[in-house]
């Protein structure tokens, strides 16, 4: 992935990307990417990446979470 593919696909979708949620699990593949193009990031701390720090900034999640449902709280709380 890469922030080209998302820019792309945001533009197709017609959305901003300061408008948009991204959630992955692997910081430095995912969250890096996505925090790139200005999308708001949410981690999902579960699987092999959930013990994995950020190393700075550029990928460092708005959000970090450990189950799905603890999104809706997130989203709920940034209209």
């Not at 696909?9 to 699990?25: D, I, M, N, S």
């Not at 999308?39 to 550029?58: C, D, E, F, L, Y």
């Amino acid at each position: 992935m890469t922030p080209a593919t998302l820019e792309r696909t945001l533009e197709k979708l017609g959305v901003k990307p300061e408008k948009a949620v991204f959630v992955g699990c692997d910081l430095a593949q995912e969250i890096a990417v996505a925090n790139t193009t200005k999308m708001t990031t949410v981690r999902m701390k579960t699987g092999p990446h959930r013990a994995v720090t950020p190393k700075g900034a550029q990928d460092k999640p708005a959000f970090d979470i450990s189950k799905l449902s603890e999104l809706f709280d997130i989203l709920r709380s940034s209209k």
